[in-house]
């Protein structure tokens, strides 16, 4: 069965750093592109950022330099390392994959074919 799932999620104060975990189960991410989205309460779900299967990257504008994503394929785990957390990053992430070499942040039905089950980040004082 392929699964996706994330790991990693708390409570941090502003300011702070996380660092989330997606593990593959029942397929290799090496062939997969992976993506990161988020949800906070009462809003659209929206992109984060996003590794090729080749390690190309991208990033939402609202996160652009301060998170960094990365992938291990030994592991077969994508991480998403977050820092200077604010509390406006507050929601709950998931990770994706789709089988296309290329980055989206669009994760409209059909872009992403396996989701995971979400962790939850709270950024508050």
């Known amino acids: 069965q392929l699964q996706l799932v994330e790991s990693g999620g708390g409570l941090v104060q502003p300011g702070g750093s996380l660092r989330l975990s997606c593990a593959a189960s029942?397929?290799?991410?090496?062939?997969?592109?992976i993506g990161w989205f988020r949800q906070a309460p009462g809003k659209e779900r929206e992109g984060v950022s996003c590794?090729?299967?080749?390690?190309?990257?991208i990033f939402a504008d609202a996160v652009k330099g301060r998170f960094t994503i990365s992938r291990d394929n030994a592991k077969n785990t994508v991480y998403l390392q977050m820092n200077s957390l604010k509390p406006e990053d507050t929601a709950v992430y998931y990770c994706a994959s789709r089988t296309s070499q290329f980055c989206t942040l669009v994760g409209g039905p059909g872009i992403y074919d396996y989701w995971g089950q979400g962790t939850q980040v709270t950024v508050s004082s």
């Open positions: 029942g397929f290799t991410l090496d062939y997969y592109t």
């Open positions: 590794v090729s299967r080749r390690g190309g990257t």
